[in-house]
């Protein structure tokens, strides 16, 4: 039961971190599973390309495919809205972290 409820909450984290660096630069599923794994989450890709999947359904990142070495590799950067999203998550980000540090 914890772990479920972790899970949903670090999926949220996991967003707002995965809307950080696509604003940053485009990204790509496994340099993500990459930076994810660097900050201790611990994620499969069947896990995180629906993820990037859904927010790009939702106008949250768009997908630009390029050819790498003979393959197709999918790269991922913020919308206008995923930019907004972005910027009310780290305020309330900052808010959160603000009433609960010790």
Do not use: C
């Given at each position: 039961?914890?772990?479920?409820?972790?899970?949903?909450l670090f999926l949220g984290f996991i967003?707002?971190?995965?809307?950080?660096?696509?604003?940053?630069?485009?990204?790509?599923?496994?340099?993500?599973?990459?930076?994810?794994?660097?900050?201790?989450?611990?994620?499969?890709?069947g896990t995180l390309y629906p993820l990037?999947?859904?927010?790009?359904?939702?106008?949250?990142?768009?997908?630009?495919?390029?050819?790498?070495?003979?393959?197709?590799?999918?790269?991922?950067?913020?919308?206008?809205?995923?930019?907004?999203?972005?910027?009310?998550?780290?305020?309330?980000?900052?808010?959160?972290?603000?009433?609960?540090?010790?």
């Open positions: 039961m914890e772990n479920k409820v972790l899970r949903k967003q707002i971190h995965i809307l950080h660096h696509a604003k940053e630069e485009p990204i790509f599923g496994s340099w993500m599973l990459e930076e994810l794994k660097e900050h201790g989450y611990q994620m499969s890709a990037l999947h859904n927010m790009e359904s939702d106008g949250l990142l768009y997908k630009e495919e390029k050819n790498v070495e003979g393959k197709i590799r999918k790269y991922y950067r913020t919308t206008a809205k995923g930019n907004e999203v972005l910027m009310k998550a780290r305020e309330k980000a900052y808010e959160l972290f603000k009433e609960i540090r010790e």
